[in-house]
């Protein structure tokens, strides 16, 4: 059962930076992609970003592109996402999930492949 905990959130103001991190455990990380959700109030929970096992390959939904880089450790079991020039329709609560349907070690954006959420930590960004 993965277990999922995301640290790093917290309130900035529009042009600010942050750094989340997931602590991953309960299934073999380094062998399954991960990606970065977030979910707004009122919203859906979307796709942000994903990394391959091997972090060779990522993906972005076009809104982030440029401005957050996810990245892993798999010595650590750590995931991360630098998020940069913030804007307040970034802020959302943000959680981190491995890929458990389909080609586990290819990231995807849809969200349906993903399982096993975290708490999530909130970000909020004002103007």
């Known amino acids: 059962q993965p277990q999922l905990v995301e640290t790093g959130g917290g309130s900035v103001q529009a042009g600010g930076s942050l750094r989340l991190s997931c602590a991953a455990s309960?299934?073999?990380?380094?062998?399954?992609?991960m990606g970065w959700f977030r979910r707004a109030p009122g919203k859906e929970r979307e796709f942000v970003a994903a990394i391959s096992g091997n972090g060779d390959t990522t993906e972005y939904v076009d809104s982030v592109k440029g401005r957050f880089t996810i990245s892993r450790n798999n010595d650590k079991n750590t995931l991360s996402l630098v998020m940069n020039n913030l804007n307040p329709e970034d802020t959302a609560e943000y959680f981190c999930?491995?890929?458990?349907?389909?080609?586990?070690?290819?990231?995807?954006?849809?969200?349906?492949?993903?399982?096993?959420w975290g708490q999530g930590t909130q970000v909020t960004v004002s103007s």
């Open positions: 999930a491995p890929r458990i349907y389909g080609n586990r070690r290819l990231p995807s954006a849809d969200i349906g492949v993903y399982a096993g």
């Open positions: 309960g299934f073999s990380f380094r062998m399954s992609a």
